[in-house]
């Protein structure tokens, strides 16, 4: 088991999250073995060859679209006041991974991250820390001096993110460069080419190869996998990537780069958070979700928890199962946060930028 | 483990001003009826009285009648269309601005959730307005021969279950086409048709064109009985609509009847199993069920039902039942201790023919008519839950092997409203749809109403389209090259 101060940690009071009692075991403690078995279980056989796995992703209960995003627009319509919003506006920031991936970055515009990720709230200890900062591989080392014993998780872009496009030793040799720079948390992407021309054993193998370097660490950090669902086109593809993912042993499924439009939505959330149950229910084994891109207002960042709770359910509220992949939420929640304690509103000038 | 309690959410009831006691709505002005008996009208949900309401006997049904006749003949029949067009646009509008009074209101006279009566009840109601306005200059052209005339006096009877939006259904098509109307709301849901009395005269409306008598069964009849009505429009159950046929048997009077029904969901084994969940849920706890093309009885393929059936408690067990006024809230109260007495009783018998009952576990209030969302297992065809229409929350699941097993139980019933497919595979969708009778065939969805598209029913459910280009031959004379 992984100390419970690894992931998630936090100041906060509205959560506490074990891995142990609540979830069973988190998904990156399996050992390749095992998720290979899972993967079998699940399939109903051992056979996990390219016909094999096509079989199972195409036998997948298909999506209707517009059901998908009528249920997507009801769940948005929740209102959410007063002391459930105050829950709800700390539990976002315990599940924000405050990002920042641009070319422009420097050690100190990563620095200046880690900072505000430390005190989201100068003068009120009270607020929540974020579970993580995520950055590019080459600002790992600043990222974890900046850290120091905070909690704060490290996570990092990996695998020739965003596109994936280069070959599996250079995007292994990326992931391998981030974690033993001393990331605990690896975002990857999968090849969307190879997906969509129906290589999916291209896929797994992709995955479960960057799992194996992830466990190359002491404590083994956890694999995001990002599907990019802006490049998959239909929610049929969501939901097969997904299952994919989850088969080849991530412990998150992401949703985008933030890099291709659209990112994040709230049907493709929808349609992963019922991957994951419905994984759960098969495996036993509880994975992640993290929507990312396009998440600006805690108004949106609350349509999402609000999702969490009816799809999946309540077990999946924790920083341990779901993240926001964001740079500016953090900001808005903030300024809701002191609209709720003041009962006014402030601006902009009343919040650090980072 | 943390728990994400929603908080309160209460919508405000100060939108909207309830009078102690209402009048009857007769050429354009609120008035005492002729024997000054009155019924009080309740909340549903805390049972406290809301009003003291006017019951409308013979002689005022017949001032009202009177009054539509002078209205038809003098200023509305003759009206261009163009002109008539305009009323109906500017209702349509009026109802649209003032949709959060209209919603509270249907709320708290019905029961039904805040969330359905301000995203589909009054919405819709406006759309239907906005949609017949546009036909009113095109009656010509509209398939019915050249100059197609109207009846004159529709005498209109509409039901508690969507009070506002049967209302819009029934007087919107009557008057784009040039008739005059005499509606009768249901005895325990007038408020909103009284607030629209209230919006009409907001739209100068000229006096009688629209004229709103309230009451019980009686005031009903008394509208239908009425030798001055050219054309009866009801909604309502069977037994009702039943009688109304004979009545009018032999008479001049036409008729549009929208009745009762039992409608199968049918669920394949490739459906979109996600979204079949949500259907199912929406075509029977909509409304709390208290919808009379509610998706009643579920059909769920054999190799599929087990997998369907526990998917839809887990889902169940997140509906939100109770505050109709929160909006947070999915299902709400029951119009009525009548309806819950039937919904009640009709369970029971299901109990005791052996169906296995399951009811999600939620608390329901104290006050107030309610029952928990139920789903009745192994249910078979002969059981009265799975032939007679309930009603309420209450769903009855039933298997089947081949998709003409599907079509034969599906159509094994004295209904003909509604029915849905759930499947990825267009053909199938088709040749279903080709063999279910029912008037509306709902595929991949269900309960989706827009103005343009036909209602009504096959068999017993009744004759007579509501809405879309349909929706006007029932109000409408076809003219001929004379």
Redesign the interface.
């Known amino acids: 088991m992984p100390d419970a101060t690894r992931l998630g940690a936090m100041t906060s009071t509205v959560t506490t999250p074990s891995s142990e009692s609540a979830h069973g075991p988190h998904p990156a403690d399996r050992t390749g073995a095992q998720v290979a078995a899972d993967a079998a279980a699940v399939i109903g056989t051992a056979d996990l060859s390219e016909a094999g796995l096509r079989r199972f992703l195409q036998g997948l209960p298909g999506v209707d679209r517009v059901g998908a995003d009528g249920r997507a627009a009801q769940l948005g319509t929740r209102s959410i006041k007063t002391s459930a919003k105050a829950w709800a506006l700390d539990l976002t920031i315990s599940m924000i991974d405050l990002t920042t991936l641009e070319g422009a970055d420097t050690a100190g515009k990563v620095r200046s991250l880690v900072a505000k990720a430390r005190t989201p709230e100068p003068g009120d200890a009270t607020c929540p820390r974020p579970a993580a900062v995520c950055v590019y591989g080459d600002m790992v080392t600043v990222a974890r001096d900046a850290i120091g014993t905070s909690g704060i998780n490290v996570a990092a872009v990996a695998t020739a993110f965003p596109s994936g496009r280069a070959g599996r030793e250079v995007r292994l040799a990326d992931t391998r460069d981030a974690v033993a720079a001393g990331a605990d948390e690896i975002d990857m992407v999968i090849d969307r080419g190879a997906f969509l021309s129906g290589h999916y054993r291209k896929v797994y193998d992709d995955i479960v190869a960057v799992r194996e370097v992830c466990h190359e660490a002491d404590r083994p950090a956890h694999l995001k996998v990002i599907l990019e669902t802006g490049e998959l086109a239909t929610y049929d593809n969501v939901r097969r990537a997904s299952w994919l993912a989850m088969l080849a042993g991530a412990d998150f499924i992401k949703t985008s780069t933030g890099k291709v439009s659209p990112a994040a939505t709230l049907p493709v959330t929808v349609i992963m958070l019922e991957a994951v149950r419905d994984f759960l229910a098969t495996t036993g084994v509880q994975i992640g979700v993290k929507p990312a891109g396009g998440i600006r207002t805690a108004k949106d960042a609350i349509k999402y928890l609000v999702a969490v709770n009816e799809v999946a359910g309540e077990a999946w509220l924790d920083p341990d199962y779901f993240r926001f992949g964001a740079s500016s939420l953090l900001n808005d929640v903030l300024l809701q946060r002191q609209k709720l304690a003041t009962g006014a509103y402030s601006g902009p000038d009343y919040v650090t930028i980072d | 483990?943390?728990?994400?309690?929603?908080?309160?959410?209460p919508e405000s009831r100060a939108v909207v001003d309830i009078a102690s006691s209402y009048g009857l709505f007769i050429d354009g002005e609120f008035v005492e009826s002729a024997s000054g008996g009155s019924l009080k009208t309740i909340n549903p949900a805390t049972e406290e009285s809301l009003a003291d309401v006017a019951v409308a006997d013979e002689s005022d049904v017949d001032r009202a009648v009177r009054a539509a006749r002078r209205a038809q003949e003098k200023v509305w029949g003759p009206m261009p269309g163009a002109e008539r067009a305009k009323y109906l646009f500017r209702i349509a509008r009026l109802l649209a601005e003032r949709s959060r009074e209209f919603a509270v209101l249907e709320v708290l006279d019905n029961g039904k959730p805040i969330?359905e009566a301000r995203?589909v009840d009054v919405p819709t109601a406006a759309a239907h307005f906005f949609y017949y306005a546009g036909w009113a200059d095109k009656l010509d052209h509209a398939g019915f021969g050249p100059s197609p005339r109207p009846h004159g006096v529709a005498g209109q009877v509409i039901p508690w279950n969507f009070p506002l939006l049967m209302l819009a259904w029934k007087i919107a098509p009557a008057l784009a086409t040039g008739n005059t109307v005499v509606l009768k709301p249901a005895e325990t849901t007038p408020l909103t048709a009284l607030l629209f009395a209230d919006l009409l005269r907001q739209a100068e409306l000229p006096p009688g064109v629209v004229n709103i008598v309230t009451g019980a069964g009686a005031t009903g009849a008394a509208v239908v009985a009425h030798p001055g009505v050219d054309k009866v429009a009801f909604t309502g159950s069977t037994a009702v609509g039943k009688r109304i046929a004979k009545e009018i048997a032999g008479t001049r009077k036409h008729a549009t009847l929208e009745l009762g029904g039992k409608a199968a969901n049918i669920v394949f084994d490739?459906?979109?199993?996600?979204?079949a969940i949500?259907?199912i849920v929406n075509g029977i706890f909509f409304n709390q069920g208290q919808v009379c093309c509610a998706g009643s009885r579920l059909l769920v393929q054999e190799s599929v039902a087990e997998e369907v059936v526990e998917r839809l408690k887990a889902r169940l067990g997140?509906l939100r039942v109770g505050d109709p006024m929160d909006?947070?809230t999915d299902v709400g109260a029951i119009n009525s201790a009548a309806q819950l007495a039937r919904i009640t009783d009709l369970t029971k018998a299901g109990e005791e023919e052996g169906a296995v009952r399951w009811t999600a576990d939620c608390a329901l209030p104290e006050q107030g008519f309610w029952f928990a969302p139920t789903v009745f297992t192994d249910v078979s065809a002969a059981h009265r839950i799975a032939r007679e229409e309930i009603f309420g929350p209450v769903l009855s699941v039933l298997t089947f092997r081949t998709p003409a097993e599907a079509v034969a139980k599906a159509n094994n019933t004295p209904y003909g409203l509604s029915a849905g497919i759930w499947t990825?595979k267009g053909s199938r969708i088709l040749s279903m749809a080709d063999k279910l009778r029912a008037g509306v065939v709902w595929a991949?969805?269900f309960n989706r109403f827009d103005p343009t598209s036909p209602f009504g029913g096959y068999k017993e459910s009744g004759y007579g389209r509501e809405g879309g280009r349909h929706g006007l031959a029932s109000y409408l004379i076809e003219g001929s090259t004379r």
């Open positions: 483990m943390p728990r994400f309690e929603y908080a309160p959410a969330r995203d490739d459906a979109p199993i996600d979204q949500e259907g997140t909006k947070n990825e991949n969805t």
